[in-house]
Nanobody, 115 residues
Framework: QVQLVESGGGLVQAGGSLRLSCAAS????????MGWFRQPPGAQRELVAS???????DYAASVKGRFTISRDNAENTVYLQMNSLKPEDTAAYYC?????????WGRGTRVTVSS
């Protein structure tokens, strides 16, 4: 089992920045990919960004150039630095980690961007 604890959400004005963190504990050896998903109000959950244990990253087109995902393998933590935030970035953000040992989701942290 893997437990995930997310932090860093909140309310910010358009153009501002936030950094999300997700700390993983438990059977970490089974995790190869860490990522962030988001679910805007009334919409489906979507991939924001992911990063492999080797550091390869993938981003949604809507966040490229504004968001940066990183991970600290020693601390088993994944970060999402969000810059130049827009009202359309408003959503519940979920940490997800997956690998041969399973697929785990955090409980989510809300990000609200005001115009």
């Amino acid at each position: 089992q893997v437990q995930l604890v997310e932090s860093g959400g909140g309310l910010v004005q358009a153009g501002g920045s936030l950094r999300l963190s997700c700390a993983a504990s438990g059977s970490i050896f089974s995790i190869t990919v860490m990522g962030w998903f988001r679910q805007p109000p009334g919409a489906q959950r979507e991939l924001v960004a992911s990063i492999t244990s080797g550091g390869s990253t993938d981003y949604a087109a809507s966040v490229k150039g504004r968001f940066t995902i990183s991970r600290d393998n020693a601390e088993n933590t994944v970060y999402l630095q969000m810059n130049s935030l827009k009202p359309e970035d408003t959503a519940a953000y979920y940490c997800r980690v997956w690998g041969p040992g399973g697929d785990y989701w955090g409980r989510g942290t809300r990000v609200t961007v005001s115009s």
